[in-house]
């Protein structure tokens, strides 16, 4: 069987001030719904900053393997690509990173207009909140993505 290769170059990546190895591209927030689907590239070999969930999720890696790790470092599962998992809200601290290559993988948040995801330091103190608002106003500040022609 033959391997295909996602090509990502006509997504236009962005980065979030203070979340190292990873990059990210909103796809779609829906207010009235409570949706926000949004793709993260994260860098091989590297984790991002700790957090937590807040809403319920599904993931689909669409490139490499997703990594997920404790607070303490212990890894938890490796999720290859084509893997598609369902996760609730509240879910223990964790770090996220690619394995031995960038990992792409589409997020779909979903059930809550409030927080989505909890950023924390080692102490587990929050940094910082990103929520349904915060993504829309990323969405909007975003280059409009590359669409096939119309007609």
Not at 101 to 123: C, H, K, P
């Amino acid at each position: 069987m033959t391997k295909i290769c996602f090509d990502d170059s006509n997504i236009r990546w962005y980065q979030l001030e203070g979340v190292d190895h990873a990059s990210y591209h909103v796809c779609s927030v829906d207010v009235d719904n409570a949706i926000v689907d949004v793709l993260f590239k994260f860098d091989a070999n590297q984790r991002v900053i700790l957090h937590r969930h807040h809403a319920d999720y599904r993931t689909f890696v669409v490139q490499g393997e997703l990594r997920l790790y404790r607070a303490n470092g212990d890894l938890i599962e490796t999720r290859p690509v084509g893997s598609y998992v369902e996760g609730h809200a509240g879910g223990e601290p964790h770090t996220e990173g690619g394995g031995d290559q960038d990992a792409i993988v589409f997020f779909s948040n979903r059930g809550t207009s409030g927080m989505i995801y909890e950023l924390l330091d080692g102490d587990m103190n929050t940094v910082a909140t990103l929520g349904l608002q915060d993504f829309k106003a990323l969405m909007e500040a975003q280059e409009p993505p590359v669409q096939p022609g119309r007609g």
